[in-house]
């Protein structure tokens, strides 16, 4: 997974994030992409990406879904992810505690309501930034 970029999909208001899971398939087509899924099912986020696929070219590295309960892999995807972006703050204390490089740790959604924990400092409140863009094409760090 060296390289790769770490996404978290988590519902918002209940729904699916459609466009972000679309976006991050989209720039699978620069490097593999894993969505650590928070509370969504692998066949939720497969009825956003099968119209997607079908518009994509078979060969990209395209993404990995890994659970958040699935400490091993989280580990592995963000210890060796070259960006992270995390919809939570039980996703951004994972990183931090498996030894992410927190430079490469970035805040993509505004904190969900039923999150816990302190909003890291480094991270601009919401109301401060526009988070309808995403971007996710990053050289490696």
């Known amino acids: 997974m060296l390289g790769c970029s770490v996404i978290e999909i988590m519902p918002s208001s209940g729904r699916v994030p ?16 894993v969505f650590v899924l928070n509370n ?5 986020v497969n009825l956003v990406l099968d119209p997607v ?10 993404v990995l879904y890994v659970k958040i309960g699935d400490e091993q892999r989280v580990r592995e995807a963000v210890t060796s ?9 039980s996703l951004y204390n994972l990183a931090a505690s498996y030894g992410a490089a927190l430079k490469l740790v970035h805040l993509d959604l505004p904190p969900q309501m039923n999150d816990t924990g302190p909003t890291p400092k480094h991270i601009p409140p919401p109301e401060t930034v ?6 996710f094409h990053h050289s490696a760090a």
């Open 40 to 44: 969504v099912t692998y066949q939720a």
């Open 53 to 62: 696929v079908k518009t994509m070219p078979l060969s990209i590295p395209g």
């Open 130 to 135: 526009d988070w309808r863009h995403h971007s």
């Open 81 to 89: 992810a070259s960006i992270v972006y995390f919809a939570s703050n």
């Open 18 to 33: 459609a466009e972000l899971i679309e976006a991050g398939y989209r720039s699978s087509q620069y490097g593999l992409v």
